[in-house]
C-alpha cells in the first residue's frame, strides 16, 4: 500500500463530540500499520464529498456513527465504476446506537 492510499473520513461530532478526543488515540493506533490521510467532517454531506472524491484509494475508513458509515459508502458508490479502482470501505463505530450492527440479521434472531 502506498503512503496516505487509506483515507480515514472522521466525524468529529459523533457520539456526542467523544470521537474528537479519541482520535489521537486512534491516529496512534495506527502509526506505523496503515499509511494514512485523516480528514475531519464538518457538517452533513461532508463524508459523501470526502468519500466520493477518493478513487483510487485502497481503503476509506469510516469514523462516526451510522450516518457518517452511510454517507461514506454513499460517497464511494458515486465513484464510476470504470475509475481505476473502487475503495473498500471499513466502518467504525462510534455512534451511541450503533444502529448498524444490531441490525444485522444475525443479532435480529430470537433466542430460543
Do not use: C, F, W, Y
Not at 481505476?84 to 433466542?111: F, V
Request: glycine fraction near 10%; charged fraction near 25%; proline fraction near 7%.
Amino acid at each position: 500500500m502506498a503512503p496516505s492510499d487509506a483515507l480515514l473520513i472522521v466525524n468529529p461530532a459523533a457520539r456526542h463530540g467523544e470521537t474528537k478526543t479519541m482520535l489521537p488515540a486512534i491516529e496512534r493506533l495506527l502509526e506505523g500499520i496503515l499509511p494514512h490521510e485523516t480528514v475531519l467532517t464538518e457538517g452533513p454531506g461532508d463524508a459523501r464529498e470526502l468519500a466520493a472524491s477518493a478513487a483510487g484509494r485502497s481503503v476509506v475508513v469510516a469514523v462516526g456513527g451510522d450516518g457518517t458509515v452511510h454517507e461514506v459508502l454513499n460517497g464511494i458508490m458515486r465513484i464510476p465504476e470504470h475509475a481505476a479502482r473502487r475503495s473498500a470501505s471499513s466502518p467504525q463505530a462510534q455512534g451511541t446506537t450503533r444502529d448498524g450492527r444490531t441490525a444485522s440479521p444475525r443479532r435480529s434472531r430470537r433466542r430460543r
